[in-house]
């Protein structure tokens, strides 16, 4: 480890002498925290209660939380379908304008005089299987919505019964 350009006369070159120095003091510092460290738990600790939910005194927190959230109608839900459609407002409007599709404003009143479907059948048919219907002057671009659940078609039809 120690050459004789780095010792003289049994001593070690000043500067070097500075260097073992200050990896001395680096070391006993991290000696020094490292066994002084006390150990602060990150979590409280949770309390188990076997009991039934209904038997446990729990404070009220109904103030505080989110309000509770009521399961669609039978019709669907109009906000959870707007929500929906989001993805589909890339190719459609809410009004008459055209964007790639045609706009949806008012599609759910024109929907019934199309077939002999209802306005709901025939705007589920049209997410399922949009080559089914088009709009004259529209090529088949649209995707098929077959992953769609029963209540996500549910409520894309309540919120296009909302473009009016």
């Not at 925290?33 to 990150?42: G, Q, W």
């Not at 997410?127 to 769609?148: C, I, K, N, S, T």
């Amino acid at each position: 480890m120690w050459n004789l350009q780095t010792i003289y006369k049994d001593e070690i070159v000043p500067g070097k002498r500075v260097f073992l120095l200050m990896v001395a003091m680096i070391a006993t510092l991290f000696v020094i925290s490292a066994c002084s460290e006390e150990a602060i738990p990150t979590q409280e600790p949770v309390e188990f209660h076997p009991t039934a939910a209904a038997s446990v005194n729990r404070p009220d927190s109904s103030k505080d939380s989110a309000p509770v959230v009521e399961a669609p109608a039978v019709g669907g839900d109009a906000k959870a379908g707007e929500s929906l459609f989001d993805s589909c407002s890339a190719c459609h409007s809410t009004d008459d304008s055209t964007v790639v599709g045609p706009g949806l404003g008012g599609v759910y009143g024109r929907a019934a005089s199309q077939t002999t479907l209802d306005a709901d059948a025939y705007i589920e048919q049209s997410l399922r299987q949009p080559a089914d219907f088009l709009v004259d002057g529209f090529q088949a671009l649209m995707p098929e919505f077959d992953y769609f659940s029963d209540d996500d078609v549910q409520n894309m039809i309540a919120y296009l019964k909302t473009l009016e």
